[in-house]
């Protein structure tokens, strides 16, 4: 796999785009200039993996649009040495995102083969995430609490079981709706049992699945 100075430049390119689109956080455009998304793509997109679009990486699934993985990602707040549960792995392009800012990132995804390949491939490129095989909707109670939580897909509502993984003080961020457009949404957990709720604009995912053999 390459990396070339011409992939360096769209890169140092799409990060002004998303700087002009309000992105202030220089840790996560810092990120997003290092990390080589071409990598995470299917060969016959390479030419477009710098464009601010969303792209097929198989399974019904997406690589998200680069402006929401750093609007996402600007919302949670991380520092450095964050335990950060990921809900949706994907491509694995996201964990990368949160692991390139010092994060300590478990994530979880849902479609067995993308689980499997992205597994394989993140070491390969120097990544290392906890990844796991399973329901995002159940979190990974045997890891909690966690510092932050971002759910990468569109979930009809806000699962108490993730609210509750949360340390207080905590910051969860998820895409919420059942249409094909749900409202980004920042919890943040004040005590045991209450939290803060922001709503911060309307994005498009795929949806968020359930407890259900997806191979």
Excluded: W
């Amino acid at each position: 796999m390459l990396d070339s100075f011409k992939h360096k430049g769209l890169r140092k390119n799409l990060v002004q785009h998303i700087r002009k689109n309000g992105i202030t956080d220089e840790n996560v455009l810092k990120a997003i200039e290092t990390i080589p998304r071409h990598f995470f793509m299917d060969s016959s997109f390479l030419e477009f993996a710098y464009e601010d679009k969303p792209f097929p990486i198989g399974s019904g699934q997406t690589i998200s649009q680069p402006y929401t993985v750093a609007f996402q990602t600007e919302l949670l707040k991380i520092k450095k040495g964050d335990k950060v549960l990921e809900i949706g792995t994907g491509s694995g392009y996201q964990a990368c995102v949160l692991l390139e800012m010092g994060a300590r990132v478990f994530t979880v995804e849902r479609q067995k083969k993308l689980y499997l390949k992205t597994k394989k491939f993140l070491p390969e490129i120097n990544y290392n995430p906890k990844i796991f095989y399973g329901d995002g909707y159940k979190g990974l109670p045997t890891f909690a609490p966690f510092d932050k939580i971002i759910v990468t897909a569109g979930a009809p509502y806000i699962p108490d079981t993730l609210i509750e993984q949360l340390k207080i003080g905590g910051i969860l961020v998820v895409p919420v709706g059942s249409s094909g457009i749900q409202i980004m949404t920042r919890i943040i957990k004040t005590s045991k049992n209450d939290y803060k709720k922001e709503e911060h604009g309307a994005f498009r995912f795929v949806p968020l699945l359930g407890d259900k053999a997806y191979d």
